[in-house]
């Protein structure tokens, strides 16, 4: 993958966190689930998660917020059904220049990923798997590693500020209307936009 190839990355979120969002930026794990929130995180997974120290042994996988290439991946698949109570933050990829970011070339709980300084370690991505329509394959083999590809993380150390947001993905005309509501004293009304496709809601 190009660095000039990535337009921008997604988080994905409750509706119910963004005013805590744009008023203390996005916060790793280990801060979000000490604030009032409400989490989308599958618990199994976050176990997993909890487990895995980025390499250099300083810090943990739940000290960074993490950030994905596309959105419409595993995770949302398996929270389809909240669709109505999802968004999606685009965040500019000039996040990808800031200190200690790292990326991993697939889901960062996976036995098998690797992690590389950024941007660097774009070049190591396989945009085709990452962007891919769907993951499923006869093989259970390549499914995995299909699945394992398009979870490509970007792996921000402690929080992303809100002014990283350049845009919101939701999936309803009805989501847009509560998320105009709640940031409406934020002028940020033009950068919300409705695309059902990537919660998996194609009509």
Known sequence: MKREDVEELHYITHIDNLRSIFQY???C????HKILCESIAD???????????IPGGKHKLHDYVNLYFNAR?????????MH???VVLQINPLILDEPEVVISDGNASSGYVKFYPSPEGLEYLNESLIFAEYWTDPNLIIEY?????????????DSVSSQFIIGIYVCTQKTYEKVVELLRELSFVDKISTNPRLFFREV
């Open 25 to 27: 930026g996005v916060l």
């Open 29 to 32: 794990h280990r801060r979000a």
């Open 43 to 53: 618990p199994v997974i976050q176990s997993l998660r909890e487990k895995v120290v």
């Open 73 to 81: 991946n595993p995770m949302m698949f398996k929270r389809k059904d």
């Open 84 to 86: 109505e109570k999802l």
């Open 145 to 157: 590693r299909r699945k394992c590809a398009i979870c490509a993380e970007v792996l921000v150390l």
